[in-house]
C-alpha cells in the first residue's frame, strides 16, 4: 500500500524468506562460514540453531542459491515425517525418483546410494538441508544418521545440515541419539541483532526494496524498535512494516518514535505491563508510568529551558551524564546492502575549483559551525555516493557476468582510508550533536582528501582532521555480481581471474590462471589480514568490495 508514497519498487519488511534480503550481521556471517566450511571440507553432520525469527531459513535459502553447478542440493522444510516419508522426500528433492512409482525404503536408500557415488566420481558434492530440525523424531533422527554412512573410504558422500530452534541441542543431547551426537563436527548458534547491527538491517531492507536514503527513521525510533523486537529481525520487520503504514496515513517521510510506539500497540493491543526478554532489561511500560515520572520530565524540562536561557550552565548540567558511556560497536563488522541500479552517472570532475583546508579556515568560526558546513546526514551522503559512483566503469570490475550497486559499509582503524582509491564516506564525531555526521569523499590526497559538501562544491581536509574525528565506519558503492558465488579452493573461471589479476597488481605474488589454488588462497588470506577482517582465504562479498576498493 505504501510503497508508491515512499518510492519502494516492493514492501521491504515482508516476512516471507527472501535470499536478496540476506542480511549478513557478525553473527549471520559466521554461520554462514561454518556452513561453507563443513560443506566444503565434507564434515558429515552440521548444526546451526538459533531462535525464533532471527533469519534461519533465509540463510538456508541463500547457501542453496549460492551452490554451483556441482554441488547438488535438497531443503526438506517439512520436519513432521515418518522414516519411510523422509528418504522418499530426500530423493525427490534430488530429482531422484523421476516419477517413477513408489519403491520400498531399501530400494529408495539404494537408489541415492547410487546417485551420490555417481555425484561424487564426477567430483560433485550433496548437501542436504533440513529446516526447522527442532520438529524431527528420534526414529527419523536415527535414519538421518544412517544415511551419512553412505561414504567411501575416505570422503562423506552426503554433507547433513540441520537447522532449528535451541531446542534441537536437548533433543540431539538424549541418551538415544548419542550415536548421531557424536557424529557432528561444526556447531553454530545464530545470535540477535544489536543496535547498531538492527539499523544497518532497517537500511539494508530499505535500500534493497528501492530506497535512496529517503526514508528516515530517527534514533529514537530506531532504539524503540530494538528494545521490542531485542534484535530479532521477524519482530524488526512487524513494527518497520506496521511503522512504514501508519507514516503514509500520516503523510510523514521521518518515522518517529511516536509512530514506532503506535506500531507496536497496533500489533500487540495495549500494553499491560513490561515485555520481559533474558537478552534485555529494557521494556516498555505500562500507561500509569508517566504519572510516576512526572517529577523526571519536570527537570528535564527545566535542563531545556536553562540550555536556552543561557550556555553558562552547561559545565553543570554536562556533568550530570557525566558517568554515561556509550558502548563501542565490536571491530571489524560488516554488512552488506543491495539497491536497486540508480541513474548511471560519471565521477565528478571539478578538480579547478581551490577551497582552503578544513583547518586553515578563520578560527573565528567554531570548529562545530565548519564541520557543519562540511558534513552530511545519512540521507545526503548516500545519495551523494551514488551520484559518484561510476556504473560503467564498475561494470568491467568482475567478469562473471551482470552487475548492480551495492552498498558496503566497513569498521576500521582510520589508517586504513589512505589505502582506497574511490569514493566513500567516512562516519565522523561531531561535538554537540547526536545524530550520525558523514564525510562524502571524492578523492584521497597525499595529505588528506577532497570533500563535497552540502551543495556539492570540494572542500579539502587535512588527515589530522580525518583521524581526529574518526567513528569507526566507512562505506563505498560496489558492483555486486547478480550471480554472487563466494569463491574457494578449486573454483575456476573468470571471477576467480578478475581476483588474482586484481592482487597481481597489487603487488601480490599471484599467477593469473583462472584456478582458486592453494597459492592464491594464501595470498588471499594475507590481503585479508592486512585489512582486518577474518583471514579465511574465502572471497566472498566483504572481500570482493575490499578488492574493488583498495586496488582501484
Known amino acids: 500500500m505504501y510503497d508508491t508514497y515512499f518510492g519502494l519498487k516492493e514492501n521491504p519488511f515482508n516476512l516471507t524468506p527472501d535470499p536478496k534480503y540476506l542480511f549478513l550481521s557478525h ?17 558429515g553432520f552440521i548444526v546451526i540453531v538459533g531462535g525464533i525469527g532471527i533469519g534461519k531459513t533465509t540463510l538456508c535459502r541463500s547457501l542453496l542459491n549460492q551452490a554451483d553447478d556441482s554441488t547438488k542440493t535438497a531443503l526438506i522444510f517439512n520436519t513432521c515425517i515418518s522414516e519411510t516419508e523422509l528418504i522418499e522426500a530426500v530423493n525427490q528433492e534430488f530429482g531422484i525418483n523421476n516419477g517413477s512409482k513408489k519403491t520400498g525404503r531399501k530400494e529408495q536408500i539404494d537408489r541415492l546410494n547410487e546417485f551420490l557415488l555417481k555425484n561424487f566420481s564426477d567430483g560433485g558434492n550433496a548437501v542436504l538441508v533440513f529446516d526447522e530440525a527442532q520438529n524431527l523424531s528420534p526414529s527419523v533422527l536415527e535414519q538421518i544418521r544412517m544415511l551419512s554412512n553412505l561414504e567411501t573410504e575416505k570422503e562423506k558422500l552426503l554433507q547433513i545440515v540441520l537447522v532449528g530452534q535451541p531446542e534441537l541441542r536437548g533433543l540431539l543431547a538424549a541418551p538415544a541419539l548419542r550415536q548421531l ?23 539494508h531492507r530499505l535500500v534493497v526494496a528501492g530506497s535512496h536514503g529517503n526514508i528516515k527513521f530517527t534514533n529514537s525510533a530506531l532504539n524503540a524498535i530494538h528494545d521490542y523486537s531485542h534484535g ?48 534485555s532489561q529494557r521494556g516498555f511500560r505500562p500507561k500509569w508510568l508517566p504519572k510516576r515520572i512526572a517529577p523526571a520530565a519536570a527537570l528535564l524540562l527545566a535542563l531545556i529551558l536553562v540550555s536556552f536561557v543561557g550556555w553558562q550552565f552547561r559545565d553543570g548540567i554536562s556533568g550530570l551524564f557525566s558517568g554515561i558511556e556509550i558502548a563501542a560497536v565490536a571491530q571489524n563488522k560488516s554488512f552488506v546492502r543491495r539497491p536497486v541500479v540508480p541513474e548511471k552517472t560519471h565521477l565528478i570532475q571539478n ?69 582506497f582509491r574511490r569514493p566513500l564516506r567516512l562516519r565522523i564525531r561531531v561535538e554537540n550533536t547526536n545524530q550520525a555526521n558523514y564525510l562524502l569523499i571524492r578523492e584521497i590526497t597525499t595529505d588528506g582528501a577532497i570533500a563535497l559538501d552540502a551543495d556539492g562544491a570540494e572542500r579539502p581536509v587535512t588527515e589530522d582532521y580525518i583521524l581526529a574525528h574518526w567513528d569507526r565506519e566507512m562505506s563505498w558503492v560496489y558492483p555486486c555480481e547478480l550471480q554472487n558465488t563466494r569463491l574457494i579452493e578449486g573454483m575456476r573461471g573468470p571471477s576467480v581471474l578478475k581476483v588474482q589479476q586484481m592482487l597481481q597488481e597489487m603487488g601480490y605474488s599471484v599467477e593469473p590462471t583462472g584456478i582458486y589454488d592453494s597459492a592464491t588462497i594464501e595470498e588471499v588470506r594475507r590481503f585479508q589480514r592486512i585489512l582486518g577482517v577474518e583471514a579465511n582465504g574465502i572471497v566472498g562479498t566483504r572481500t570482493k568490495a575490499l578488492l574493488y576498493q583498495v586496488a582501484g
Open 27 to 43: 553473527s549471520h556471517n559466521e554461520a554462514f562460514d561454518h556452513l561453507l566450511y563443513g560443506i566444503n571440507e565434507r564434515k
Open 351 to 419: 578538480k579547478s575549483l581551490e577551497h582552503k583546508p578544513l583547518q586553515a579556515q578563520n578560527e573565528s568560526v567554531t570548529g562545530l559551525q565548519r564541520a557543519a558546513s562540511l558534513t552530511l546526514d545519512n540521507r545526503a551522503s548516500l545519495a551523494g555516493l551514488f551520484k559518484l559512483f561510476n556504473v560503467e566503469a564498475a561494470e568491467d570490475s568482475f567478469a562473471a557476468g551482470d552487475v548492480y550497486p551495492g552498498l558496503f559499509s566497513f569498521e576500521a582503524p582510520p589508517q586504513l582510508y589512505r589505502m
Open 232 to 279: 530479532t529481525p521477524r519482530r524488526i520487520n512487524s513494527v518497520c512494516d506496521r511503522a512504514l503504514l501508519i507514516a503514509y496515513c500520516r503523510n510523514e517521510m521521518v518515522i518517529s518514535k511516536d509512530t514506532v510506539l503506535r506500531a507496536i500497540n497496533d500489533i500487540d493491543g495495549e500494553f499491560s505491563g513490561e515485555f520481559n526478554n533474558e537478552n
Open 181 to 203: 551426537n557424536d557424529r557432528i563436527t561444526v556447531w553454530y548458534q545464530l545470535e540477535n541483532l544489536d543496535r547498531q547491527e538492527m539499523q544497518s538491517y532497517v537500511e
